[in-house]
């Protein structure tokens, strides 16, 4: 039996039972037939990817299931956050059938946000009710961010190599963003969409565990029959002899801060659930994913996640005591332990090993600093030839391993003054909104802490990882839920829809 083939059959066991287990609490957040409808799309998708043996075949199966699926889903977001990582995200050219060479490269993601997202987008346009665009000034940062790649994107290129840039660019930025931040209204909103990207990561989480123990990445097998090429994520990267697990969105760093995020949302889902075992499950097993990624960026974001999580709820001296007694005392058992032991190594900064990683990030910002001078405004499309950063060739790349770092040396100042003005914004206006909701109702400062602790997060995190693959869909979907958050909060009052109790 081909590899893919039987990959497929474990992920698809993989898969069975982490939806069986979480079902009962998932029926706590929303109903039978959603979750239902969710599975199934999910299984389908899998068996379209592993059974097609070529892309374009698998892209028209996602587009007629997913369609049909959508006809009768109420929540679109959540749909779309479920079914996010299927699939990798190796990318096809659509040909321009004469008329030009090459139209622009596709992958999942960009497919999903183009079958789902696109009339969603168009339909939240037309409803009066949805807030103006710009209205918001995250919206204004949003928009002067495209405004610049978008302009930037005609340099050194023809008419329409930018063009197809610029399309680019709407689809992964703008379409996630405005639909987002639009398309949640209500707490009933937020839950749904937090459980699909819950669900889809915990699923990511339990197949990394597999990859790890087994030495055995699953999804490198579809890149074959897809008539991809198999090592296009990079090969069986180790750390300290243990494999780097990859699952579906191609590379351990971006299923740790995929899985991160995760936590942010199932901190607010955890108020709805009634099974405590499962509920527990449930967090353990993305804790762990996040741990067996063997990622330190978010490892630290994590830590910083749960303590903004903390620092922002009711009695923040007593639990912060006591989540640091707890990892202190969980720092000396795991030290006991060859595992643990191996993991304390892997910290950065206290661990004794792979400091390297750490000093070559440390060193990229030193040396790129001249080179953000001599292009400081606008950036530059060949900032890689500088020779400043030929001194930091790495596996025979240069790998710009800082997404705010990648922003100033492609679209200079200008382009990083709207990229970090977005977040700051959405930072203090998800603050605002959290103090504002206070006198509301309980679930609703949940949702505004863990929003907070997830922005937080990813706003450290993406300091030492590049914006690749699923990386950028998350934080633009994230920007956008605080701004719908933030409008919730002041256009109406919050009800609790379930249970009246402190969180």
């Not at 097998?221 to 579906?248: I, K």
């Not at 960026?297 to 007694?325: H, I, Q």
């Not at 603050?431 to 922005?455: K, N, P, S, T």
């Amino acid at each position: 039996m081909p590899e893919h083939l039987r990959a497929l059959v474990v992920i698809l066991a993989i898969a069975a039972a982490v939806f069986h287990v979480a079902r009962p609490v998932a029926l706590d957040v929303v109903p039978g037939e959603t979750f239902s409808r969710w599975r199934t799309a999910w299984f389908g998708l899998t068996l379209a990817l592993f059974l097609s043996h070529n892309f374009w075949v698998y892209a028209l199966l996602l587009v007629v299931g997913v369609r049909y699926v959508a006809r009768h889903e109420q929540h679109l977001i959540g749909l779309f956050l479920a079914l996010l990582f299927v699939a990798p995200p190796a990318s096809m050219t659509i040909p321009g059938f004469g008329v030009v060479n090459q139209l622009f490269p596709i992958n999942h993601y960009n497919l999903l946000v183009m079958v789902l997202f696109v009339p969603l987008a168009r339909k939240l346009h037309r409803n009066r009710s949805s807030m103006r665009l710009g209205k918001s000034p995250v919206d204004k940062m949003v928009l002067g961010y495209l405004a610049v790649i978008c302009s930037l994107a005609f340099r050194e290129t023809s008419f329409t190599g930018g063009m197809r840039l610029v399309l680019m660019h709407i689809v992964d930025i703008f379409i996630p963003y405005y639909v987002v931040s639009r398309g949640l209204r209500s707490i009933e909103d937020f839950r749904c969409a937090f459980l699909g990207f819950t669900l889809g990561a915990a699923v990511l989480s339990a197949l990394a565990l597999f990859e790890v123990t087994r030495y055995w990445k699953l999804y490198q097998g579809v890149l074959v029959a897809l008539n991809f090429s198999p090592w296009q994520f990079g090969g069986y990267l180790e750390r300290m002899g243990v494999l780097r697990p990859d699952v579906s969105v191609g590379n351990s760093i971006v299923l740790g801060y995929v899985i991160m995020v995760a936590v942010g949302c199932f901190a607010f889902l955890m108020a709805y659930m009634k099974q405590g075992l499962r509920r527990q499950l449930g967090l353990g097993l993305l804790v762990g994913g996040v741990i067996w990624s063997l990622s330190r960026g978010p490892w630290v974001g994590l830590c910083f996640l749960y303590f903004v999580f903390v620092l922002t709820g009711t009695r923040v001296v007593s639990r912060s005591f006591k989540a640091f007694v707890l990892g202190a005392m969980a720092l000396l058992v795991v030290a006991q332990f060859p595992a643990g032991q191996f993991l304390l190594d892997l910290l950065p900064f206290i661990g004794k090993n792979e400091a390297g990683s750490v000093e070559y990030r440390e060193d990229l910002l030193t040396q790129a600093l001249p080179v953000i001078e001599r292009n400081f405004w606008f950036g530059s499309t060949n900032y890689l030839s500088a020779p400043e950063l030929q001194n930091m060739y790495s596996g025979g790349i240069i790998d710009i391993v800082n997404t705010y770092l990648g922003v100033v040396l492609d679209y200079g100042i200008v382009g990083l003054g709207f990229f970090a003005g977005a977040f700051v914004i959405a930072t203090l206006h998800t603050v605002q909104a959290i103090r504002r909701a206070r006198a509301g109702g309980d679930h609703a400062v949940l949702l505004g802490r863990a929003l907070l602790a997830v922005l937080l997060s990813i706003m450290l995190t993406i300091y030492t990882m590049s914006s690749m693959g699923a990386v950028p869909f998350v934080y633009w979907i994230f920007l956008g839920a605080c701004v719908a958050y933030h409008q919730m909060i002041l256009s109406k009052p919050v009800v609790e829809e379930l249970a009246e109790r402190r969180v």
